[in-house]
């Protein structure tokens, strides 16, 4: 089956609120969206590319992946193939490379490419969101049409109160759902039997497609199979017994 399902990709940077990105992952997925992910180094600290492969069902992406996919660069075709970018959470230091210019790994080399809608979900302590530094990036990258959502007031891990928690993820996903709907009677990508490309130095991840699974459970049962004797038939000449002689 072809699968018109739109692509989000969801850039994860290293914050304390990334697993809040999961469940992102998990509901984007579940609403009938392809999701792509990419983490930075910084967020491979606090969440792993395997929570987010095994929501998605999809290869997620780190420096490491930097290479070639589908024959282009990967920062390239993860840009195009994108209908949407959201970083969630998004960092101070994300956000002053990405106002700055800079794309030294694989998340700011494609937000670069990219000319798709980007929106940034900042989460960050309140001293820092408060910035003069931030607050100037911030506007730099409204002034270029970014789209920033959140940060919402409240109690951070930190301690302090006030603004920088990532927005709630329901609303991230409603905003997503807005800017590009999905038709939610897709198949779920697991039902789907998509084979993905892995990029270099990246292991091969692949769903099984149905014909994989009725080919793999058949040999299965095969293998079951208790082995076959050759026959030998008890011709009369050979079933008569032999005259047994006992030693007294
Ligand atoms: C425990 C811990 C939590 C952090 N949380 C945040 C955060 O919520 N927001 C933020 O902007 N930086 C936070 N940082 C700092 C970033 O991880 C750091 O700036 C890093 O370079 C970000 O890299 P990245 O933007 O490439 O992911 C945190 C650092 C640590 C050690």
Known sequence: MKNSAPTVLLGVTGSVAGSRAIELASQLTKGGYLVDVVLTSGALHFVRPLAFEAVTHRCAYTDESHGILAGRAIHIELAERARVVLVAPATADLIGRYACGLAPDLLTSLLLATAAPVLLAPAMNTQMWKHPAVRDNVALLERRGVRFVGPESGLLSCGTEGPGRLWPVDQLYAKIREL??????????????????????QRPFSLPSEEDKSKEVSE???????AKKPTTRKTEKNSKKAPTSKKK
């Open 220 to 226: 299965m049962a095969e293998k079951k199979k208790p």
């Open 180 to 201: 590009v709907p999905a038709e939610t009677h897709l198949l779920h990508p697991s039902k789907q039997g998509r084979k993905e490309l892995a990029a270099p130095g």
